[in-house]
């Protein structure tokens, strides 16, 4: 019936495993969970072997980083069922009936997204991720529908398999922002997508630093792809901004006007409680500067 695929990267995936395979067992559905470690070499993975005692679960260990998308591809390729239930390590599911809310589901769409909840970090320096996520991506199912390729999220989502096989062959791209790309290329194929709400809690939030770098990998992700012609149809806010600005040849010009301020918007994204909508200048600044 399901195949529940677990990306896995120097993380303690036992608890998340256990937790599903017990979910699958009181279903008595025909399921099989699998996780793959993306060549990390952590000693983690001393813990993830048990992986293998609980019922038809596997943990295999990669030994060549593919990165992200390649991973999934891989974890796609290796399962035996025609829905996919893609599921990220670090996260952990609300509800108890998790995976029932999933398998109702089946046959009744192409693809459905879950959704997510943002825990509050007691760590002050996480304020950007985590006020992002809790205003940006923590966002109820009638909304996400009404615009669906918009809220697009690889960490919580079931598949039919030909379908995200073919999909995730198409993603090059090993850096960060390829949710993005994710959305793109389910919007030209127009694929029939469902939001729901079966989130997954997100616990462990990156650090401002941290979120600040993979945001500017996912913007060079974004722009590449973009001046290659691969992002034809899309859902992007700030690329169709950008789109705008470079029309009316502004560009030059509102970068000159951020850069004044640009010590306030930096120093913003360091704040336990950011205002988004300086974030989104600084990111537009970025998207001009490289394009």
Same mark, same amino acid.
């Given at each position: 019936?399901?195949?529940?695929?677990?990306?896995?990267?120097?993380?303690?995936?036992?608890?998340?495993?256990?937790?599903?395979?017990?979910?699958?067992?009181?279903?008595?559905?025909?399921?099989?969970?699998?996780?793959?470690?993306?060549?990390?070499?952590?000693?983690?993975?001393?813990?993830?072997?048990?992986?293998?005692?609980?019922?038809?679960?596997?943990?295999?260990?990669?030994?060549?980083?593919?990165?992200?998308?390649?991973?999934?591809?891989?974890?796609?390729?290796?399962?035996?069922?025609?829905?996919?239930?893609?599921?990220?390590?670090?996260?952990?599911?609300?509800?108890?009936?998790?995976?029932?809310?999933?398998?109702?589901?089946?046959?009744?769409?192409?693809?459905?997204?879950?959704?997510?909840?943002?825990?509050?970090?007691?760590?002050?320096?996480?304020?950007?991720?985590?006020?992002?996520?809790?205003?940006?991506?923590?966002?109820?199912?009638?909304?996400?529908?009404?615009?669906?390729?918009?809220?697009?999220?690889?960490?919580?989502?079931?598949?039919?398999?030909?379908?995200?096989?073919?999909?995730?062959?198409?993603?090059?791209?090993?850096?960060?922002?390829?949710?993005?790309?994710?959305?793109?290329?389910?919007?030209?194929?127009?694929?029939?997508?469902?939001?729901?709400?079966?989130?997954?809690? $997100?616990?462990?939030?990156?650090?401002?630093? /941290? %979120? #600040?770098?993979? +945001? @500017?990998?996912?913007? !060079?992700? =974004?722009?590449?792809?973009?001046?290659?012609?691969?992002?034809?149809?899309?859902?992007?806010?700030?690329?169709?901004?950008?789109?705008? $600005?470079?029309?009316?040849?502004?560009?030059? /010009? %509102? #970068?000159?006007? +951020? @850069?004044?301020?640009? !010590?306030? =918007?930096?120093?913003?994204?360091?704040?336990?409680?950011?205002?988004?909508?300086?974030?989104?200048?600084?990111?537009?600044?970025?998207?001009?500067?490289?394009?």
């Amino acid at each position: 019936m399901i195949s529940i695929l677990i990306p896995c990267y120097d993380y303690n995936a036992y608890p998340l495993v256990s937790k599903l395979e017990k979910q699958a067992l009181i279903l008595n559905i025909s399921f099989e969970i699998i996780c793959i470690d993306d060549a990390s070499f952590s000693s983690k993975n001393e813990t993830n072997q048990k992986i293998n005692l609980l019922t038809n679960s596997r943990f295999i260990e990669s030994k060549k980083n593919l990165g992200r998308i390649k991973n999934r591809l891989l974890l796609a390729e290796n399962s035996q069922y025609n829905w996919l239930l893609f599921i990220d390590v670090d996260t952990n599911p609300v509800s108890e009936s998790f995976l029932k809310n999933y398998t109702s589901l089946i046959d009744k769409g192409t693809i459905f997204f879950g959704g997510s909840v943002y825990k509050k970090s007691e760590n002050s320096n996480c304020g950007l991720r985590y006020t992002f996520g809790k205003k940006r991506e923590e966002i109820n199912s009638i909304k996400r529908n009404k615009n669906p390729f918009k809220y697009i999220s690889s960490r919580n989502f079931m598949c039919k398999r030909d379908a995200i096989i073919e999909t995730l062959s198409k993603i090059e791209s090993v850096s960060y922002g390829n949710d993005y790309i994710f959305g793109s290329i389910l919007k030209k194929k127009n694929i029939d997508i469902i939001h729901f709400d079966n989130p997954v809690l $997100i616990e462990n939030i990156d650090e401002n630093s /941290i %979120f #600040i770098r993979k +945001t @500017n990998q996912a913007l !060079d992700n =974004i722009v590449k792809c973009y001046k290659q012609g691969k992002l034809e149809k899309h859902s992007i806010s700030l690329l169709k901004v950008y789109r705008v $600005i470079d029309s009316l040849f502004l560009k030059d /010009i %509102f #970068i000159k006007l +951020t @850069n004044i301020f640009r !010590d306030k =918007i930096e120093q913003n994204l360091y704040k336990e409680n950011p205002n988004l909508f300086l974030f989104d200048i600084y990111r537009l600044n970025y998207i001009c500067k490289i394009n």
